[in-house]
């Protein structure tokens, strides 16, 4: 059956995208997680992949053309399928949100006359109800979290009102209302997670009954319900009677229903009590629907009796671990560098330069009232600097295509207690070493306080990554796609060094240049570092 393709919100405050480029035409064969189109929003040009699989029957909006979110976008089938009837406005179509297998399956009840994206026709909504579904926040996010709600059911919402904080794959971000009216109803607890496009909440005239819109929607996507929850009506054959003569042993609690991606299936409030009283969950039996632990069964839980209480021997030792639920930052991060290593050919070039000019130079620098640089704004400054001279280092790969950039944006790679961002510095190449320094901080700070958005995060075209300042020497990080290098860079190190012959202490520091050899060859990653060692060895040249 044919599934339409909307026009996908790939930023908080998009309301209609244009088409930069198709990257598949009528006729091509669409696998699940392939580049539809480059859309640019009101923030950025980003890629949109298709959730689908099929053959791309029809485009709905040409390069160039301009539409609002929600409208057609494409329509992707069997190859060969007849969809007139859906281009007329009177046939019928899968929703691109819902037509995965596992969604048609837990949402039986949906019609096909269901449009895009609702579970129900327009005309069966009660009037002025309006559907608010899991947005997508980041052009990587496949799943979003509920980190906090800021409005509770019963309370009023005016358009632009923020309500809830969303944990996307990069950031936790606030999302905010697009529609006014009554807090109806909430689809998802703080601490669940539910696919793009699942119901998030209800808004609507105080006072209305959305319970049935809610039972069509609720079922779809939670990233936390078990695939297939043993029926209740098997139970009593899994457990046969004792016979009366045997001693019993001590019944081994049910395991507790465990989601396809690790996440034990609890509600938030007895998660946050576990948390507090030390309990590891896989160890509880839950006692609520499908086996969800409930706050009773952290309240009421008790350790099995150990081997020691009974008069046994107990080893000294004991094995003993913690289990911590990926956050979609650590699976985003895992699925982008696990592709980039097995897609891109990595070489690595090793460097050594002198850094006793740049010490100088920076303390000369540093010695001007209210200015402070560090080496890290020198290295970006020179990268981008070389990266003008060098724009096969600035490069990006593409199928049937490379793509030489003439601006400079760097990523600048920055550690959080979730895992790790690339906020981007644009335009480095044009910005003073205090600009640098400024925008580094300010992006750094909210990268720590999860407040970066997609648009800061996007359009790098080279990476530097420092661990310089945790005492590490010398490293080679993977490349951060779809940049085609990446330069490491370690700690400042004093040592001996022959200078005119002499041997006298001097300062170095290691770089390792990552590249993609698809775009860049070893003679001019070479250069690249050879212009870049001019810089950083004789800093005063980045002022001429």
Same mark, same amino acid.
């Given at each position: ?85 859906? $281009? ?95 807090? $109806? ?52 054959k899994a457990a046969p009677a004792p016979k009366a003569a045997s001693a019993p042993k001590a019944a081994a ?19 946050? $009590? ?250 001019t990653g070479a250069q690249f570092l050879q212009t870049l060692k001019g810089f950083i060895e004789n800093p ?5």
């Amino acid at each position: 059956m044919a599934i339409v393709v909307n026009m996908p919100r790939l930023s908080d405050t998009m309301e209609e995208g244009t088409v930069a480029a198709w990257l598949k035409k009528v006729g091509d064969k669409i696998e699940e997680g392939d580049i539809l189109a480059e859309i640019e929003t009101d923030k950025a040009t980003m890629e949109f992949e298709s959730f689908n699989e099929g053959t791309l029957l029809h485009i709905g909006v040409q390069e160039g053309e301009t539409t609002k979110v929600d409208e057609l976008l494409a329509i992707i089938g069997d190859e060969g399928e007849d969809i007139s009837d859906i $281009l007329n406005g009177g046939g019928s179509a899968a929703p691109a949100a819902e037509a995965k297998e596992e969604v048609a399956e837990a949402a039986p009840e949906a019609t096909e006359e269901a449009p895009a994206e609702e579970a129900a026709p327009a005309a069966a909504l009660p009037e002025g109800v309006i559907v608010v579904t899991m947005p997508r926040l980041s052009d990587t996010m496949e799943e979003g979290t509920v980190a906090t709600w800021l409005k509770k059911v019963g309370d009023t919402v005016e358009e632009g009102d923020i309500l809830a904080e969303i944990e996307t794959d990069k950031a936790t971000m606030e999302f905010e209302s697009f529609q006014s009216g009554t807090l $109806l109803e909430i689809g998802l607890q703080e601490g669940e997670s539910a696919k793009v496009d699942a119901l998030l909440a209800i808004i609507g005239p105080a006072g209305t009954d959305v319970s049935g819109v809610a039972a069509n929607f609720s079922a779809p996507a939670k990233a936390e319900a078990p695939k297939a929850a043993a029926p209740k009506k098997e139970a009593p054959k899994a457990a046969p009677a004792p016979k009366a003569a045997s001693a019993p042993k001590a019944a081994a609690p049910a395991p507790t229903p465990v989601t396809e991606n690790g996440r034990v299936y609890v509600s938030p409030l007895a998660k946050k $009590l576990a948390d507090e009283k030390g309990i590891n969950l896989v160890k509880v039996q839950g006692s609520g629907e499908n086996g969800r632990i409930i706050k009773r069964d952290i309240e009421n839980y008790e350790p099995a009796a150990s081997a020691a209480s009974a008069g046994k021997f107990v080893p000294a030792g004991q094995e003993d671990f913690d289990e911590v639920d990926n956050s979609q930052m650590r699976k985003a991060i895992a699925k982008a560098l696990t592709n980039s290593k097995f897609s891109a050919p990595h070489y690595y070039l090793n460097v050594e330069f002198d850094m006793e000019n740049a010490m100088a130079f920076r303390a000369q620098f540093n010695s001007i009232p209210d200015t402070k640089i560090s080496y890290n704004d020198m290295v970006v400054k020179a990268c981008a600097l070389a990266l003008k001279q060098h724009p096969q280092v600035n490069s990006q790969w593409f199928p049937d295509k490379m793509r030489l950039n003439n601006h400079v944006h760097i990523g600048v790679a920055v550690a959080v207690p979730d895992g790790l961002v690339v906020p981007v510095v644009k335009f480095a190449n044009e910005q003073t070493l205090p600009q640098i320094g400024a925008a580094v901080k300010e992006l750094a700070g909210k990268a720590r306080n999860k407040k970066l958005t997609p648009d800061d995060m996007q359009g790098s075209t080279f990476t530097v990554s420092n661990l310089g300042m945790f005492g590490i020497d010398t490293f080679t990080s993977i490349i951060n796609q779809p940049n085609s290098a990446i330069l490491s860079v370690g700690n400042i190190v004093e040592k001996p060094v022959v200078k005119n012959g002499q041997i006298v202490v001097g300062h170095t520091m290691k770089l390792s240049l990552a590249c993609d050899h698809r775009t860049i060859d070893g003679a001019t990653g070479a250069q690249f570092l050879q212009t870049l060692k001019g810089f950083i060895e004789n800093p005063v040249t980045m002022l001429v």
